[in-house]
């Protein structure tokens, strides 16, 4: 008794997918970030089982109660992570990428200003897994909504990077698609900072870049004061590169060399008993080596005290409570 081949036909498998959100005092548009995700992410998608991990890194308004609330419905494919305190977005990001990365296959990362478009994380999705892209970073395209001085200064920042030997490309976020193997192997980089655009130019695999048009915000105003942003950018330099140190040593054999030709003079002048002229100058160029030694002291404060944090191993974050329909 034979039987047709097609009654031997397998279902495909389901690709489980989970959409990682850090948020942050995100109250004016957490409602409708979840209400865009439900309507976004296909609910009765045959081949993809979407779920949401949003993290609250200790938000101070009414965020969390809002994922909460949505977390705990009947119908929800919410998860929420809610951090001890604020770990800062790359730390909150961390969180829900480790706590996802067992259980999808791949993992959509976006913020939850709704800047990210939902439909570009769909063809993100949809071009790593046609053609089995580990990662696709989302580049933007263009950016008409940010201020002049936040374009200026996050175009100077990729280009220093990159000058001291970090290679990121330019004007690419945290707005990626990861599979489980490289993802895996992201959350188990031991750097405390965990800065991840860096770590991810480090690490390989098989990457394509997907250039989008980044959105309007939908309300409220960036996180990022500039105090953060000047901690964001030197714990990138600090963690991707030792140009500094180098630039410093190389400074200082040239600042060496030229002492060494001022105190040549003098003492040749001192032998034939000329009057060394020029003593104001020779007191500014004091200060200007004092002033470079503290420089180079403070470059090397900087990278002793990365390494001092690093061998704490203090947690990187700590995850207060977590809510789901099941819970």
């Not at 279902?11 to 989970?18: A, D, M």
């Not at 957490?30 to 296909?42: C, D, R």
């Not at 940010?146 to 200026?152: D, H, L």
């Amino acid at each position: 008794m034979s039987m047709k081949a097609s009654e031997y036909q397998l279902e495909e498998p389901v690709i489980k997918i989970s959409v990682v959100i850090p948020c942050f005092n995100e109250s004016e548009s957490i409602n409708e970030l979840i209400k865009q995700l439900e309507i976004g992410f296909v609910r009765g998608d045959t081949q993809r089982r979407y779920r949401f991990i949003l993290v609250d890194d200790g938000s101070t308004d009414t965020t969390w109660a809002c994922i909460e609330k949505y977390c705990r419905a009947k119908k929800s494919r919410g998860i929420g992570l809610k951090l001890s305190k604020n770990f800062g977005h790359q730390k909150a990001l961390l969180a829900g990428l480790e706590y996802a990365v067992k259980s999808s296959d791949y993992i959509l990362t976006m913020d939850a200003d709704l800047q990210h478009p939902i439909h570009t994380g769909l063809e993100m999705l949809d071009l790593a897994i046609a053609e089995n892209f580990n990662i696709v970073l989302g580049e933007r395209k263009v950016d008409a909504h940010s201020s002049v001085f936040k374009r200026s200064t996050s175009k100077s920042f990729y280009k220093l990077l990159n000058l001291l030997g970090a290679e990121i490309a330019p004007n690419v976020s945290d707005f990626r698609v990861m599979d489980q193997q490289s993802t895996a192997v992201l959350v188990d980089h031991g750097d405390a900072t965990f800065f991840t655009r860096g770590i991810i130019s480090l690490i390989g695999f098989k990457q394509a870049i997907y250039p989008y048009t980044v959105a309007r915000r939908f309300a409220g105003e960036s996180k990022y004061s500039i105090k953060k942003m000047l901690k964001f950018a030197s714990e990138g330099i600090l963690s991707l590169s030792i140009a500094p140190l180098r630039l410093t040593f190389i400074a200082s054999v040239i600042l060496f060399l030229i002492c060494s030709v001022v105190l040549i003079y003098i003492l040749k002048a001192f032998l034939v008993g000329d009057v060394v002229s020029g003593w104001t100058s020779i007191i500014l160029s004091m200060y200007v080596l004092f002033g470079f030694n503290f420089l180079l002291i403070g470059i090397l404060g900087e990278y002793i005290g990365k390494i001092y944090f690093q061998s704490l191993r203090r947690p990187r974050y700590i995850i207060q409570e977590i809510v789901s329909k099941n819970e």
